[in-house]
C-alpha cells in the first residue's frame, strides 16, 4: 500500500474506509478525494445515480461493491455520462462510487454512497399501532405497529417485536440535540440553538449544516437498519416554525426533510412525516405515512388528509383530549388515533375501542 495514497485515506473521512483502502490498492497512489460529488436516488427498485465534478472529466467509470461484503468491486464505463439509472431485484444492496481521469492523468473518486433495495413499509390507513418511547417496553400491546426509541430498545427487543408479526419503527431526533444521547459529542455547538420551549434540555439543530449533521444523522439511520427497524420517525423537522436561534427558511427545511427522506430511502426504511402540517400535503408523495400530534386539538388536521388519499396511515395521538371528544372523527377520516400521556409510557387509549 502506498503511503502517499493511506494519507489522503485518512484525511477523506468516507463512509467506509476499507473500501477506500481496496480502491487505493486497486488503483494505485493516484487517488483523489472531493472533486466529484455523487447523489443517490432510490424509488421502488429503480436507483438512478447521478455526478457533478469540479474538473474537465476525460471519462467516468461507476464502481460498486456488494453491501456489507465490500469485495469484490465491480465497474461500469460510462465515457460522458454523468447519470446511470438501472432496475434491481429486492434485496440488492451495493456500495456506490464514480471515478474519472482528468486531462493530467490523475484520478479522482467521489463519495462513496450505499443502498439496499427492500420493500418500504407503507402502513394502511387504519393501521392499529402503539408509540412508547419512555418506560419498561411492554411488548404485549395487540397491536400491527409499534413506534419505539431507537437508542434505547435493543436489537433484541426489535426481533422479538417482528417475529411475532409486528413492524417497528424507531424513534430519533433529526431536529434538535439531545445531550444524553451516546452520540452527543458528535454535536458542535456552532449547531446547537435555542433550547426547545417545553424541553429545556434539547436545544434546536442548524438543519442547515448538512456538512455537519449529515455524518452523524446517516449513521443513526444505519443504526435503524442494523438494529432491524423497518422504519423511522425523525422528530422536530419543522424547526423553520419555531425559534431556533438560527433563520431557518421553509426551503431550509424542505432541503433537510427531503435529504432525510432520501437517506432513509436508500437503506430500505420506511419514513414518516411527523406534525408539520402546513408542508404535509407537499411532502406527502417522499414520505411513507404521516404522525400528527393534537391536530384534532388544533384543528388541523384536514391538513394530512392527502396521506390518507393515497393509502398511507396518519398515525394520531391526542394529550388533552378525551377519546369520545376525538375518536369519532379520527374513525370517520381513517386516521389510527390513541390517546396518551406527554411522557409517551405504556400508557394509551385505542380509538377502536370507539368503533
Request: a negative charge; charged letters at 25%; glycine letters at 6%.
Amino acid at each position: 500500500m502506498h503511503l502517499h495514497c493511506v494519507e489522503k485515506i485518512l484525511k477523506m473521512r468516507k463512509l467506509t474506509t476499507l473500501f477506500l483502502f481496496l480502491f487505493c490498492s486497486l488503483l494505485g497512489s493516484s487517488l483523489l478525494a472531493g472533486d466529484i460529488f455523487l447523489d443517490l436516488e432510490v424509488s421502488q427498485q429503480i436507483v438512478t445515480a447521478s455526478w457533478k465534478a469540479t474538473f474537465e472529466a476525460q471519462s467516468y467509470t461507476l464502481y460498486y461493491a456488494p453491501w456489507p461484503e465490500m469485495e469484490p468491486i465491480g465497474s461500469i464505463n460510462l465515457g460522458l455520462l454523468n447519470e446511470f439509472s438501472t432496475t434491481l431485484p429486492y434485496g440488492s444492496a451495493y456500495y456506490v462510487a464514480v471515478g474519472a481521469v482528468d486531462e493530467a492523468g490523475n484520478f479522482h473518486l467521489s463519495n462513496i454512497e450505499y443502498f439496499r433495495l427492500k420493500k418500504i413499509l407503507k402502513p394502511d390507513p387504519g393501521i392499529s399501532w402503539q408509540w412508547q418511547l419512555n418506560g419498561h417496553l411492554k411488548t404485549d400491546v395487540p397491536v400491527d405497529l409499534f413506534d419505539i426509541d431507537l437508542f434505547e430498545t435493543s436489537a433484541e427487543t426489535i426481533a422479538y417485536l417482528k417475529s411475532s408479526g409486528r413492524k417497528v419503527i424507531c424513534y430519533f431526533n433529526a431536529g434538535a440535540y439531545e445531550p444524553w444521547r451516546p452520540d452527543a459529542y458528535s454535536f458542535p455547538e456552532e449547531v446547537l440553538g435555542n433550547p426547545l420551549e417545553d424541553w429545556p434540555d434539547e436545544r434546536w439543530l442548524d438543519i442547515r449544516r448538512l456538512d455537519i449533521l449529515a455524518p452523524i444523522m446517516k449513521k443513526r439511520l444505519d443504526l435503524a437498519v442494523n438494529k432491524g427497524c423497518d422504519g423511522v420517525e425523525p422528530d422536530n423537522i419543522d424547526g423553520y416554525l419555531n425559534e431556533t436561534g438560527f433563520p431557518l427558511t421553509r426551503e431550509d427545511q424542505i432541503r433537510y426533510n427531503l435529504w432525510l427522506a432520501r437517506e432513509a430511502h436508500k437503506r430500505g426504511l420506511s419514513i414518516g412525516l411527523k406534525n408539520n402540517p402546513e408542508l404535509a400535503c407537499f411532502f406527502e408523495p417522499y414520505f411513507d405515512w404521516a404522525l400528527s400530534e393534537e391536530c384534532f386539538y388544533y384543528q388541523e388536521c384536514e391538513n394530512f388528509l392527502c396521506f390518507i388519499t393515497n393509502n398511507k396511515a396518519v398515525l394520531e395521538v391526542e394529550y388533552e383530549l378525551e377519546p369520545e371528544e376525538f375518536c369519532p372523527e379520527a374513525i370517520k377520516l381513517g386516521f389510527s388515533a390513541l390517546k396518551k400521556n406527554w411522557d409517551l409510557d405504556s400508557f394509551y387509549e385505542s380509538c377502536k375501542n370507539y368503533r
